[in-house]
């Protein structure tokens, strides 16, 4: 029997309908899909106009979303793309914990990174949704908190040896009960937490929560209980098979990718390897993490779900980008992360660098998919370098945190036919977190920015380039100030890689110029303490990688990026193979193609 047989003949089977499913509409399950979509978007909007903090309402950084009374996605919004997988998990472990222990009006919150949290100051809201006395639904928000206690404001400890010092964590804890706030409850929280916004905050997505479940609500009011169920189950299987569906395409066999993470914030010089198995066969797909490297003692380990949500996210690049999101995707994928690697990190350990790792995780995807699908995958994304700063403003007498997300957003890859994006940002959150407002960023930090643009020559160079990163400059006139690095990237071999003989983007870099006349180069895990007022922060977000020899780049984009002036006249000679004349910004035609010549 050959494959295609075998996986035509699989998805007819999957494809016939369910018993009692016969009256199903497909037209109405596609129009459903969408509402679903747009309730969801419509609590996205809600914590948009309600939340304090940038990094919600300009960096936003949540997720929204709509599960059923087992926890199962029917529907969310990623407003960043690390949190895909980010509220499944925690929203199963609220069922299970809880049983029938819940009613109308009660409020949840969970961020526990060991009953299926992704990250400690991703704190989830969850709101059950009932139609009379039954549990239909689950309204839920997630989104990343300014502080979250633990030992260094602003969440993120480089110095953190397990949980406990890392944030305060939250297991699945009742604040409202049958509509009333548990004040207890609530001020043992909030008393936990430093800064007074994130309380605020937890109130808008508690708001946000409410916004779903009134929209779903109004599903029920429109479709009745149980043909809704039926919809969404439809809408599931329907998923399924569009999943499966992609897969079959892919060719049957075992693909290899390898990938590194640099430095694991406690010795120098230390690696991490992740080590992927992609498995296809017929219409599922296996990833197998099995061999990578054991836990570290510091930060740099990940919780199993911060794994799947960068292997998820990865994996959705790669098939159809209309396919709705909901628990349907699940079910032709399995994902084998032995517990006690630095991907699935064992209880009690630091986990609050695991999001981060998703660029060197989306490496390996990519690097093993290059062999099934080369047109699909791009050249490596810039890595993430944060620089957490938080101390306290004199303008308002107050404190503050910022994640820094203006400075940190570097390109992304090349891929065949596109130019990688310039200032993305990681690949955790392409596309999803902004760059701060330079006006909003000077009114929320104590800080005066200086220059904030493209930087030459960043771009890894490719038949299709890479996107550019930044260069970002700014004082600090806070007191008691404080830096944390948290990221990667730093390192000569952590450049974002060129595909198919592209060349690498540049790497990133933190340097503080102390008003002294010292300067200090941050490590990519480090607390820097003590930061004098009028310290200038300088920060350089590499570039993505190329795909594709330069020198077969057209050579009109190449005189179109040096008179753009993000690619140098010698990188222009040197990697491409043109010749520019710098005084008459023409090409030298002759000197082109003998240039390109010699490189053939």
């Excluded at 991703?122 to 908190?145: E, I, M, S, T």
């Excluded at 694991?264 to 992609?278: E, F, H, N, S, Y």
């Amino acid at each position: 029997m050959t494959r295609t047989s075998k996986a035509a003949r699989e998805l007819r089977r999957k494809a016939a309908p369910r018993p009692g499913a016969g009256a199903i509409d497909p037209i109405q399950v596609s129009v459903l899909q969408r509402r679903l979509k747009s309730i969801t978007e419509e609590m996205g909007l809600t914590l948009l106009r309600t939340t304090r903090s940038p990094i919600l309402n300009e960096a936003r950084d949540f997720v929204t979303g709509l599960y059923d009374a087992r926890g199962r996605m029917i529907e969310q919004t990623e407003y960043i793309p690390v949190l895909a997988f980010a509220l499944q998990p925690a929203c199963e472990n609220v069922v299970r914990f809880f049983g029938d222990d819940v009613h109308p009006g009660d409020v949840i919150l969970h961020n526990d990174v060991f009953s299926g949290g992704n990250q400690n100051n991703d704190v989830a809201v969850f709101k059950p949704v009932f139609h009379g006395a039954k549990l239909v639904a689950w309204a839920a928000c997630k989104g990343h908190q300014a502080d979250i206690g633990g030992a260094v404001r602003g969440g993120y400890n480089p110095e953190a040896r397990e949980v406990w010092q890392e944030a305060l964590r939250i297991p699945a804890v009742k604040v409202v009960e049958r509509g009333r706030l548990r004040r207890d409850v609530w001020n043992l929280i909030f008393s936990n937490v430093r800064l007074k916004i994130v309380e605020e905050d937890i109130k808008a997505q508690i708001g946000g929560c409410t916004v779903g479940e009134r929209g779903y609500k109004a599903l029920i009011e429109r479709f009745g209980a149980t043909r809704l169920d039926a919809l969404i189950e439809h809408l599931f299987d329907s998923t399924e098979k569009m999943v499966r569906s992609e897969i079959a395409a892919i060719p049957d066999g075992t693909y290899r990718g390898e990938s590194w993470a640099y430095y694991d914030g406690v010795t120098d010089g230390t690696k991490m390897r992740i080590a992927l198995a992609v498995t296809v066969e017929a219409d599922t797909v296996t990833f197998d993490f099995t061999g990578s490297s054991p836990q570290t003692p510091g930060f740099v380990n990940a919780p199993a779900s911060a794994t799947a949500s960068a292997l998820l996210l990865t994996f959705l690049m790669l098939i159809n980008p209309d396919i709705p999101h909901n628990a349907g995707i699940l079910r032709p994928i399995r994902i084998v992360n032995p517990e006690g690697s630095f991907l699935n990190a064992r209880f009690p350990a630091a986990t609050t660098f695991g999001n981060s790792i998703t660029g060197p995780t989306s490496d390996a995807v990519f690097r093993a998919f290059a062999q099934a699908l080369p047109r699909m995958v791009t050249a490596g994304w810039n890595r993430f370098l944060g620089f957490a700063v938080s101390g306290h403003d004199p303008r308002r007498d107050r404190p503050y945190v910022d994640i820094l997300f203006l400075s940190l957003k570097g390109g992304s890859g090349g891929t065949y036919l596109a130019d990688g994006y310039d200032h993305i940002g990681l690949i955790n959150c392409a596309g999803g977190i902004l760059a701060q407002d330079y006006e909003m960023f000077e009114i929320h930090d104590p800080h005066l920015l200086l220059r904030h643009e493209y930087l030459p020559d960043s771009a890894g160079p490719g038949r299709w380039r890479g996107g550019l990163g930044v260069v970002t400059e700014f004082v600090l006139n806070g007191d008691d100030t404080m830096g944390v690095a948290f990221g990667d990237g730093v390192e000569e071999a952590a450049r974002a890689f060129g595909f198919f003989g592209g060349k690498p983007g540049s790497r990133n870099l933190i340097r503080l110029h102390y008003p002294d006349g010292t300067e200090r180069l941050a490590k990519s895990k480090e607390i820097v303490r003590d930061i004098p007022r009028g310290t200038v922060f300088h920060q350089l977000a590499g570039g993505g990688g190329g795909y594709g020899d330069p020198r077969e780049r057209p050579i009109e984009r190449v005189l179109a990026d040096v008179r753009d002036g993000v690619v140098s006249l010698a990188s222009a000679r040197d990697d491409y193979g043109v010749l520019i004349d710098a005084r008459t910004m023409t090409v030298d035609r002759v000197r082109t193609a003998e240039l390109r010549g010699a490189a053939a």
